[in-house]
């Protein structure tokens, strides 16, 4: 598959990094929807996992998931909404602060995110066992300084500071 090669092969050697990832970013989306579908939660609105999972593993906040997924304050809203009607989230009044909600994980939403947990320990044990500890920790290097770089890159390629 290369940038233009719509068939959705296995890139190969030669292939950009931009295929690369574009063929690999499916590898823990697949697996994790088939293990929230076995556990009776495929109804999760895209980013959905990535919330759940992070307030569950990291004891995040939802705003501070929210925050990760750099998306505007109404599809924010709308996200949590989602999440709470449907059982993952609970929204109640915070008893110190009553102007503030207290958003928490349900049992629903734990069960999800426990269900997220296991797939990325599985994908992560096939790759694992697919490339070396060193060839794993280079692909870690080089995802984080793609993040940095997207961090300091405004959307239009130039750097935040001009």
């Known amino acids: 598959m290369t940038a233009s090669d719509p068939d959705g092969a296995v890139p190969g050697e030669d292939a950009t990094i931009p295929a690369l990832l574009r063929g690999a970013r499916g590898s823990y989306i ?3 929807d088939a293990f929230l ?3 009776g939660c495929d109804d999760l609105p ?14 995040a906040s939802v705003v ?19 999440l709470v009607v449907r059982g993952y989230l609970s929204r109640e ?11 928490t994980l349900t049992d629903r939403g734990r069960a999800a995110a426990g269900a ?5 320990g599985q994908v992560d044990e096939e790759l694992a066992a697919m490339i070396t500890p060193a060839e794993l920790a280079g692909m870690r290097a080089g995802l984080i300084a793609l993040a940095t770089i997207k961090e300091r890159t405004r959307s239009d390629g130039q750097p935040k500071d001009l």
């Open 93 to 103: 009044v915070n008893p110190a602060d009553r102007r503030r909600l207290r958003i």
């Open 37 to 39: 579908a076995r556990a």
């Open 116 to 120: 997220v947990a296991a797939a990325i």
């Open 30 to 32: 697949h697996t994790i």
């Open 64 to 82: 501070d998931m929210i925050r990760g997924l750099g998306v505007t304050r109404q599809a924010a809203s709308q996200l949590i909404d989602t």
């Open 46 to 59: 895209r980013n959905g996992p990535f919330v759940l999972g992070g307030m569950a593993r990291r004891h």
